[in-house]
DNA sequence: CCAAAAGTGTTCCGTCTACACCCATGG
DNA sequence: CCATGGGTGTAGACGGAACACTTTTGG
């Protein structure tokens, strides 16, 4: 391979991922204490850096599954951060993304081994360099994602109930939300099936389990949550 | 310095600008041919290197400055694009930034100079590597921007007439409006100000001269386009 | 039998949309 | 005097917000 840009200074590049979740009714984000230099002990997004035979969104999934041992997540990048002493040590430019996942999904002995926890994403204490505000960008943009189009799903099991559903709008929006004007928005939705299944984990009644039909669903559809 | 991170391969950072312009009541790019290898002939948005001692949006001011001689321009980050093979030469990660600006700002020759042209948004043509791919998705951006915070006004002279900045908003959107009702929108908004000047130069009547108000626009303010 | 969550419609109000005519002036 | 773009208000449709009671059942 010819090298054509010889005099321009290259830098390493890492990519960052803020992994949602859902728990408890909040919204929460697995975070750990760096276990290497710099910034050994200090809270921190797991990250990884990125190889030379691979893109950057092969980079971030490799580095979710390494964490998360998960493969086919919902991913999205947040954008490129880059000043200049961001990185104590020598320069380096970070790629952050953020992910949803289903925090069932995510094996607690797998969670402990990492040294990584669900922190509430309004709870969140001061982290390594910039990591704050890569969260702040992400939690916009998956916001945004959320009303705009069916990815809240990808944070809850395949089957959930209505009330799970609107908890989970609700934390996002942080706000409350009429549960009437809820449940007709998702009744107009008709790739949100109701199953035959019945949970009676939450209530003695029991609450119907519903399903999102990815299928069913077309981009032309307007969401609108 | 101390080098911390040695087992990793570095790579070279460029920024690529996609600018954005409004005249003949159509929106436009800045795009040249490129005139080094590889790619020399193509079709390319301006870019540059990014340089050891300058953040990377401090890199895109400076590339964006180089071309247009513009400061204090309105600009974000689009995002970073990392595939493989995106560069033939060797491997350039390459951050994309969109840029807002008042074409009759851009001195004319120094426009020819760097042998760049306003190409119409939807007659882009087929650009070196993922160039295509970012004018996409800051296009998608900026769109999502101009609906939702004042920003057009970037676009435009400080003074201008209701109809520029309707002509403006249709062709972010892609369809005509109606006038009565968007100049009802625009009177309910204090921050849009008429003044007592008229310009003559689009019609035998005159049209009233508006500008932007940024100090009377607060954020808490929800702007809706 | 009662506590606790599930489930279900209607009315009201504000916002958005559709729509047509007069005005001022330069050429 | 007429062609051209500038400027103005109202009525009807639609969508979002507010709101309370009944059902089921495990303990």
Request: aromatic letters at 12%.
């Amino acid at each position: 391979m010819t090298t054509f840009y010889t005099e321009f200074q290259k830098v390493l590049l890492s990519v960052d991922c803020i992994i949602f979740g859902f728990t408890d009714n909040k919204l929460k984000i697995l975070i750990g204490k760096r276990n290497m230099d710099p910034g050994r002990g200090e809270w921190s997004l797991y990250g990884g850096f990125v190889r030379g035979d691979e893109s950057l969104d092969e980079a971030a999934n490799r580095t979710l599954f390494e964490l998360t041992g998960l493969r086919k997540v919902f991913m999205r990048q947040v954008g490129a951060f880059g000043n200049i002493d961001r990185d104590p040590g020598e320069r380096v430019v970070s790629v952050a993304y953020y992910a949803l996942i289903n925090v069932k999904d995510y094996d607690e002995e797998l969670r402990k081994q990492h040294g990584v926890e669900w922190v509430d994403l309004d709870n969140i204490p001061q982290m390594y360099s910039d990591h704050n505000d890569m969260v702040r960008r992400a939690r916009k943009l998956m916001r945004q994602k959320m009303k705009t189009e069916p990815v809240g799903f990808e944070l809850l099991p395949s089957l959930f109930t209505l009330t799970q559903l609107q908890r989970l709008y609700e934390a996002v929006n942080g706000e409350e939300l009429d549960k009437r004007n809820f449940r007709k928005r998702i009744k107009d939705m008709d790739y949100i099936e109701k199953t035959e299944l019945i949970d009676k984990k939450t209530s003695k009644r029991g609450a119907a389990l519903y399903r999102f039909n990815k299928k069913a669903f077309t981009e032309d559809k307007n969401f609108k949550l």
